[in-house]
């Protein structure tokens, strides 16, 4: 829900207002001691640029962010498909997606990526990605990966990379389409939302009662803090978007 539309449902005069109670709200989405994904099942890695060009400014990244993601691949077996279709997305032998873990990252370092990984993903985990040389090192951190050159290929992608990139574009139709793009400085707390209800759709009713729980082991913190804002919010159209 944007914060216009929030505004509205509640009946709030001030934009603003609206805007921080969803922000405080995306804060409790995050578990502080949340489990790292992998273990059992493998995780694809890869990163995306979220954003759209200014215009003026020529074809280049001048307004984009950087966001890394990781995603389990879990298998349904045929009976456990018929019982419950649902967690079956529409892939060959019942490939699915698990949990995912989306984060803002400062760059395409191997020190960035590696922390995202370390943060995200179980050690002893099969990682795929591509062969981007910030993945280089991770068998040393202790992981099994398997990297893969894309090269633009969006077959390759598809054999290789199946569930990643298909989140990805789930993710920027969501800023979009929802959201009409999103200020950078406050996207973490986005991808906190998107996570949020991409780790609990087979089970939304259960989603609230998660969301309470998180609340309630979450220390509350002040606008400033949790966002780094540098700036009171404004009604869309006075801020550059960020989700094409």
């Given at each position: 829900?944007s914060?216009v539309?929030f ?10 207002t609206?805007f ?5 709200l995306r804060?409790a989405m995050?578990r ?13 890695v890869?990163e995306?640029?979220?954003?759209g ?17 990781a995603i389990?691949e879990?298998m349904r077996?045929d009976?456990e498909?018929?019982r419950?279709p ?6 060959r ?11 803002v ?12 990984v370390?943060?995200?993903v179980q050690?002893?985990t099969?990682i795929?990605?591509d062969d981007?040389?910030g993945y ?10 398997t990297q893969?050159?894309q090269r633009?290929?969006s077959d ?5 990379l199946?569930l990643?990139?298909?989140v990805?574009?789930n ?8 959201h009409?793009?999103?200020s ?5 707390a986005y ?15 259960n ?11 979450t220390?509350?913190t ?10 009171r ?12």
């Amino acid at each position: 829900m944007s914060a216009v539309q929030f505004q509205r449902q509640l009946g709030l005069t001030r934009y603003e207002t609206a805007f921080q109670i969803l922000h405080k709200l995306r804060a409790a989405m995050v578990r502080p001691d949340r489990d790292r994904i992998g273990g059992g099942f493998p995780v694809e890695v890869d990163e995306t640029w979220v954003g759209g060009q200014t215009r003026g400014e020529g074809r280049g990244r001048h307004h984009k962010t950087l966001v890394v993601a990781a995603i389990e691949e879990r298998m349904r077996k045929d009976n456990e498909r018929k019982r419950d279709p649902r967690k079956a997305l529409p892939r060959r032998g019942g490939l699915y997606a698990g949990r995912l873990r989306l984060h803002v990252a400062p760059d395409r370092s191997a020190k960035s990526l590696e922390t995202f990984v370390l943060e995200s993903v179980q050690p002893g985990t099969h990682i795929t990605t591509d062969d981007w040389s910030g993945y280089d090192h991770l068998a040393e951190k202790g992981y099994q990966v398997t990297q893969v050159a894309q090269r633009g290929d969006s077959d390759i992608a598809e054999k290789h990379l199946p569930l990643i990139h298909l989140v990805f574009g789930n993710l920027k139709t969501w800023l979009n389409g929802v959201h009409h793009g999103v200020s950078p400085q406050h996207l973490q707390a986005y991808l906190n939302e998107f996570t949020f209800r991409f780790n609990r759709r087979f089970y939304p009713f259960n989603a609230f009662r998660s969301l309470l729980g998180i609340g309630v082991a979450t220390v509350p913190t002040t606008y400033d803090a949790l966002y780094n804002a540098g700036g009171r919010p404004k009604p869309p159209g006075r801020k550059p978007p960020v989700g094409n």
